[in-house]
């Protein structure tokens, strides 16, 4: 299987009043084509921080980034990730238009998603503010899958949906992933999704990957003291 | 509790709405000035010579026989454009640097920002004393003396601004979507930090109006014959107690229009503050 992705040695420091903080020490994976990693650990152990890298949003100090392909991401924090004074719709079509496709074109694409995603058309119209978290997070992955990227980040995709919804994200990620071939890189700390989804987790504590397996592996026979404590806490 | 803020969000609106209109009219009056003179501003008619207000003269006249009203009507082409036209340089230069210091950072930033610092440890208004003698009198040349020191303002809270939202998740999901940085800061960047900037600016139209007349009064500003609110004033000054109308027509006219453009200002900032916006356009 080729790979889509390979982050050697990444390292990134963050300054907390001017002093250095690791929040990313030395993490070198890779993600194959058409795979599923989960990404997994402890609030603060720098998860997002590794996502934005892979996504160039932020530079690291040190390491290398190869990505074949076009990566897209939903954020962590789905309502903040839509300007505030521009409507869902304007956000979804958004990397369409930079694509160079027209507007109609781009809008009719931009419902076709909200359908895919099981969000009403009118959401189009609306405001992130007019629109509640869960609505939110899934006009993001709409805009996410509208550019048809090779490689899908969902930073905590599905935290603020209900239960039902969450397995329709996560029945429509795994469907996307069969069929298109996307690549998948899922942080969550929801291990029982991670262990639907994904072939493939990582183990992250204080900016390290710690372990790394199958869902099951890890699940049911974690090797180090702080995978054990991970997973006694969430199951 | 909802149906509070609607309503105070409906009272900013007709606030609004009120001294928008008065600010329209005041403008309206700058702009059709000289088909709103009763008389010519500039006729002199020395056998008329300082009559105190009456049928003829509404607000009197000067030492000169012109007709105050129509030199006050006049005056207000003059004082309100000249502030208008440097709130708008002081807002664009000043948004400019703004936004450029606060989006790309750096050794640029600490420059311009270190050369604003040295601007804004000036007092402002002997600064422009001093570069309005410099160059030669009239009123733009007070208006580029009164910018060079205005701008400083401006740029630090733009960057405090830009700064602010640069960061945020919206932001960094438009560079993920592959737009480049000129269409962020003109898409998202500028519409997210404008409210803030313009209710400045209107605020800042009243004080702008004082410091151009102020400027006038002292003789830098606008060069006689020209009819302007504070050069009138200023001439008027040693008639205080025998022909107080020539010096209280361009005051009061200064006093209403500053009072009016503060209120307007403060009503912009009422109506844009954002714990009413949310619920207004939830409705
Ligand atoms: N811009 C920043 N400046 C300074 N410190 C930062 C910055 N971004 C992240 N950090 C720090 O880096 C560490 C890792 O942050 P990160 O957002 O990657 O955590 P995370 O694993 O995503 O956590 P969570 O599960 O809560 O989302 C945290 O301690 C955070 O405080
Ligand atoms: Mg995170």
Redesign the interface.
Known sequence: MQNILEAKDLKKVFYKNRVPFEAVDGVSFHIGKGECLGLAGESGCGKSTIAKIITRLIMPEEGSVRLDGKVQMVFQTPQDSFDPRRTLGDGIMEGMRNQGMGKKQAKERACEMLDLVELDRKFFYRYPHEASGGECQRAAIARALAVEPQLLICDEATSALDVTVQAQIAALLKRLQKEGGMSLLLISHDLALVQYLCSRVLIMHQGRIIEEGTPDEVIQDPREPYTRLLVESVL | MAGRKRKAGRAAGYKLLIFGILTLCVILIAVFAPYLTPYDPYAQDLSNALQPPGPDHLLGTDRYGRDMLSRVIMGSRTTIFSALLLVAIITLAGGAVGIVCGYYGGKLDSFLMRVSDVFLAFPGMVFAIAAASVLNRGVLNAVIALACISWPRYARITRSQVLAVKD???I????????GTWKIIR??II??IAGQVIVTAVLDIGTMIMEISGLSFLGLGAAPPTAEWGSMMSNGRSMLQTAPWVILSPGCAIFLTVMVFNLTGDTVRDFLDPRYR?KR??E
């Open positions: 945020a998740p919206y960094m999901a438009a560079r993920l979507s592959g737009s898409k998202h519409p997210n949310g356009r939830r």
